[in-house]
């Protein structure tokens, strides 16, 4: 059986509407909430989260997954790694 490509979220934050830096501030506070390996949704409407989850995680060692634009908004999935 091949890996099916749906990643299982654990939480969703939903930061539609809200300008940088709110989603990346909102992610920082959401993670901590979650255990190492659990994933979090962000869903944010704001073109600058694309650059910044991406230099967030970076700076933080958090997996990001995936980002993906539907419509008007960003799905941004990342994973707890610590």
């Given amino acids: 059986m091949g890996e099916s490509v749906f990643q299982a ?6 930061c539609s509407g809200v300008s940088c830096p709110l989603p990346v501030v909102r992610t920082a ?16 409407t704001d073109p600058g989260v694309e650059p910044d989850m991406r230099a ?4 933080t060692g958090n997996e990001l997954l995936s980002i993906d634009k539907r419509g008007d908004a960003f799905h941004v999935l990342i994973r707890r790694v610590r």
């Fill in 29 to 44: 506070q959401a993670i901590k909430s979650l255990t190492p390996g659990q994933v979090l949704e962000v869903i944010a």
């Fill in 9 to 14: 979220v654990d939480e969703v934050l939903d």
């Fill in 56 to 59: 967030w995680c970076g700076q």
